[in-house]
């Protein structure tokens, strides 16, 4: 990650400069409808983001070119086999999504976040859920397009979801049927999830729903990535 520029950028820089911009700016007032600060709400967003840019498009990218130069193929015969290969790639996005806890967090405590010490535990089981339906989603898409198609649909989707999917911004800020759709969506799960347990008075209620949403991901990508997951 730290010699791909392109990587780099995606996982921590992009979502660095969302973090910093969105706290020191009035570009949307985030903290209005809340009663939060704009730190304490755009923090939880950008740890969402940072997941959805490791599991999702990095994995389908990389992936996906995997795929079309035969290196999934090749190493499913080997002793690794398929399984451990998956479980590998898997292992690989948690050690990644920990740097990017550490270092994000860090910026957003700079700037003055301070989340409770409950929700940072009720924070784990969130992250987990949502990298494993956002690695199934990027294995689903790496597995079933051409590598060109997800380097394209991969970096559409991200950028889509940042705008509308309930990630950075709160459900309840999107115009019209979107902030309805939202939570529905893994993005918008795993951003509610977060900023429910992370933001000081957060709601339980819409915590379990998040778990939920993301528990019925992970089961339909889940299935749907062993249907038409495609080694070569």
Known sequence: ???????????????????????RTSIVDLGGAT??????????????????????????????????HGVLRLLGTTPLGRSGL???????????????????GGIAVVLGWRPPSAGVLAALPLLVLGTAAF???GLLLAGTVRAEGVLAVANLAWVLLVVGGGVVVPASTLPGPLAAVAPLLPSGALGEGLRAVLVPGGDATTAAAAVAVLLGWVV????????????D
Do not use: C
């Not at 997941?51 to 070119?65: E, H, K, L, P, R």
């Not at 998956?86 to 994000?104: H, I, T």
């Not at 339909?220 to 080694?231: D, H, I, N, S, T």
């Open 1 to 23: 990650m730290l010699r791909n520029g392109e990587q780099l950028l995606l996982v921590l820089v992009l979502p660095a400069l969302v973090l910093v911009l969105l706290s």
């Open 35 to 68: 009663g939060a600060a704009p730190v304490d709400v755009v923090a939880p967003g950008v740890l969402a983001l940072a997941v959805i840019s490791t599991a999702f498009t990095g994995q389908a990218i990389g992936t996906g070119f995997d795929r079309r």
């Open 86 to 104: 998956m479980a590998g790639r898997v292992l690989a996005v948690l050690v990644v999504e920990a740097v990017q806890v550490l270092v994000l």
């Open 135 to 137: 690695v199934l989603l």
């Open 220 to 231: 339909v990508a889940g299935l749907a990535a062993r249907r038409w997951f495609r080694w």
